[in-house]
């Protein structure tokens, strides 16, 4: 069983820059897949980015030159640097993880869920 812890969120305006982390607790396997999903207002909730047990990642076309996704593997952490930011990056960001490596890491099949941590971007 994992437990994912975020945080990191906040406030900033239009332009600025957050970096999230997430503790991912309990992982035993080499073979994984984390990243992080959002869901703006109103809208569904999509997957922003993702990495792998061998470090390659994906990412949502949106993101693309402006978020980076990167793990520390001593210390069971996911990061997101987020760059740029815009009124529309604005919702709650969910660090999740699973065993194994999806067809789709962008994909909502993710077993295992964080909280989440609020980003506010205003213009």
């Known amino acids: 069983q994992l437990q994912l812890v975020e945080s990191g969120g906040g406030s900033v305006q239009a332009g600025g820059s957050l970096r999230l982390s997430c503790v991912i607790y309990?992982?035993?396997?080499?073979?994984?897949?984390v990243g992080w999903f959002r869901q703006a207002p109103g809208k569904e909730r999509e997957g922003v980015a993702a990495i792998d047990h061998d470090g390659i990642a994906s990412y949502a076309d949106s993101v693309k030159g402006r978020f980076s996704i990167s793990k520390d593997n001593a210390k069971n952490t996911l990061y997101l640097q987020m760059n740029s930011l815009k009124p529309e990056d604005t919702g709650p960001y969910y660090c999740v993880a699973d065993y194994g490596v999806p067809v789709d890491p962008l994909g909502p099949g993710y077993n295992y869920w964080g909280q989440g941590t609020q980003v506010t971007v205003s213009s």
């Open positions: 309990g992982y035993t396997y080499s073979s994984y897949c």
